[in-house]
């Protein structure tokens, strides 16, 4: 999973196997979740989000798991392929309170490499 | 599909001079962001505009100026730009305000080293 570091965790794969990334977020009162996907020399790209209120979600070969007891955000790849490799970061964000917005937080990500 | 653009894409400032770097969306838009993205940080947030003629601090926004230019385009300015604002600096856009859960939407970004 991800942690706060200037090494970023790693994950190397196969191709055609399943990948799972990993996030612990903090913010109990966070309502809304969003998984990005980050290639060298571009901007993030949004994978796939998810409400609180919902535990699972599902896109075109990507499913977001929340576990809102241990405050866990998983993100799996089906399938993985060459183009997947990349940093994936998840965001969290908090309900406007204590700032007069709903502050995005964001992860430092997970470097995943998948080999042909 | 152009979405997010950024300009300009590197750029090398001595200590103490200024610059501007502008971001245009096309995706009609209202709300629009500036972070910046430092190696083992996450993306922190400088300014944001939640809608057209409105501007607000983030996390970090001391050291910058922001203009909402029009729904379009959202600048950010440096005005005497400190070696400690060496970073990639990514702006982005949301359909609808900060507190409503809509995905943020970036553009590649502008390299910026400053001397």
């Known amino acids: 999973g991800e942690s706060v570091g200037l090494h970023l965790p790693t994950l190397s794969v196969q191709e055609g196997d399943n990948s799972i990334i990993n996030c612990a977020y903090s913010?109990?009162?966070?309502?809304?979740f969003i998984w990005y996907k980050q290639e060298s020399g571009k901007g993030p790209q949004f994978i796939i989000d998810?409400?609180?209120?919902?535990d699972k979600r599902q896109g075109q070969r990507v499913t977001v798991l929340l576990n809102k007891t241990v405050k866990h955000l998983s993100l799996q790849i089906a399938a993985t392929q060459p183009g997947d490799s990349a940093v994936y970061f998840c965001?969290?964000?908090?309900?406007?309170?204590?700032?007069?917005?709903?502050?995005?937080?964001f992860g430092q990500g997970t470097i995943l490499t998948v080999h042909p | 599909n152009a979405g997010v653009t950024q300009t300009p894409k590197f750029q090398v400032l001595k200590t103490g001079q200024s610059m501007t770097l502008q971001c245009a969306q096309d995706?009609?838009?209202?709300?629009m962001y500036w972070y910046r993205q430092d190696p083992g940080m996450g993306l922190r947030l400088i300014y944001y505009?939640?809608?057209?003629?409105?501007?607000d601090k983030g996390e970090v926004p001391n050291g910058y100026n922001v203009s909402r230019l029009n729904k379009r385009e959202f600048s950010l300015r440096l005005e005497s730009a400190a070696p400690s604002q060496t970073s990639v600096y990514f702006c982005?856009?949301?359909?609808?305000?900060?507190?409503?859960?809509?995905?943020?939407?970036f553009g590649d970004g502008t390299r910026l080293s400053i001397l």
């Open positions: 995706m009609n838009h209202n709300s």
């Open positions: 913010n109990s009162a966070s309502d809304y």
């Open positions: 982005a856009s949301s359909i609808r305000d900060p507190n409503s859960n809509q995905p943020q939407h």
């Open positions: 998810i409400r609180s209120n919902m």
């Open positions: 505009s939640a809608s057209e003629g409105t501007t």
């Open positions: 965001a969290e964000k908090s309900r406007a309170g204590g700032t007069s917005y709903g502050k995005l937080t």
